[in-house]
Antibody, heavy 118, light 107 residues
Framework: EVQLVESGGGLVQPGGSLRLSCTVS????????MSWGRQAPGKGLEWVAN????????NYVDSVEGRLTISRDNDKNSLYLQMNSLRAEDTAVYYC???????????WGRGTLVTVSS | EIVLTQSPATLSLSPGERATLSCRAS??????LAWYQQKSGQAPRLLIY???NRATDIPARFSGSGSGTDFTLTISSLEPEDFAVYYC?????????FGQGTKVEIK
């Protein structure tokens, strides 16, 4: 069964840090681009960052550039999002997604909630 | 940044009716446009990619069309499980962006 499972979310104070993980199974992780997206409470979807199969290319939405860092470990079938200097507006459910169909998010995890609040 | 504007915000229909959802881009985009369905408390699901291609296991009642700046998702006959929020998404230009969503609710 194809699965993506996020973990690492929680409550963090403004300015704090958090590291999200996404562990995948059921497909060859190292063959595909991977992404993080997010959804603020009651709001729409936002693409945050993506990373090439070998980790050599990364793209970010402007609002997170320099604060959030995407990475991957193909040996561990895992995707990561290091989140630093967190702000209240980063509060959201964070999803990992795979692009087995190039340029699209064809399968998503169930998400992990990050709450930035004092 | 390419802004995607979806209309209407809410569509109130009965099972068996036809649903037509619109997505308008702020500039001409290539064929890299997708539609996703999201049910309450669940992750999004890819329905349509490259404007008109159905993703795996997506029923034939879902279809996509359009070009340039105007795109449409059509659900030919609504089933009870189709009541959800639908998002369009472009991957023509960085950053990839989503529309704000159209909620299809039971009338």
């Amino acid at each position: 069964e194809v699965q993506l499972v996020e973990s690492g979310g929680g409550l963090v104070q403004p300015g704090g840090s958090l590291r999200l993980s996404c562990t995948v199974s059921g497909f060859t992780f190292s063959k595909y681009w991977m992404s993080w997206g997010r959804q603020a409470p009651g709001k729409g979807l936002e693409w945050v960052a993506n990373i090439k199969e070998d980790g050599s290319t990364k793209n970010y939405v402007d609002s997170v550039e320099g604060r959030l860092t995407i990475s991957r470990d193909n040996d561990k079938n895992s995707l990561y999002l290091q989140m630093n200097s967190l702000r209240a507006e980063d509060t959201a459910v964070y999803y990992c997604a795979v692009s087995r169909i190039a340029y699209y998010f064809d399968l998503w995890g169930r998400g992990t909630l990050v709450t930035v609040s004092s | 940044e390419i802004v995607l504007t979806q209309s209407p915000a809410t569509l109130s229909l009965s099972p068996g009716e036809r649903a037509t959802l619109s997505c308008r881009a702020s500039q001409i985009i290539s064929s890299r446009l997708a539609w996703y369905q999201q049910k309450s408390g669940q992750a999004p699901r890819l329905l349509i990619y490259d404007v008109s291609n159905r993703a795996t296991d997506i029923p034939a009642r879902f279809s996509g069309s359009g070009s340039g700046t105007d795109f449409t998702l059509t659900i030919s006959s609504l089933e009870p499980e189709d009541f959800a929020v639908y998002y369009c998404q472009q991957s023509s230009k960085w950053p990839w962006t989503f529309g704000q969503g159209t909620k299809v609710e039971i009338k």
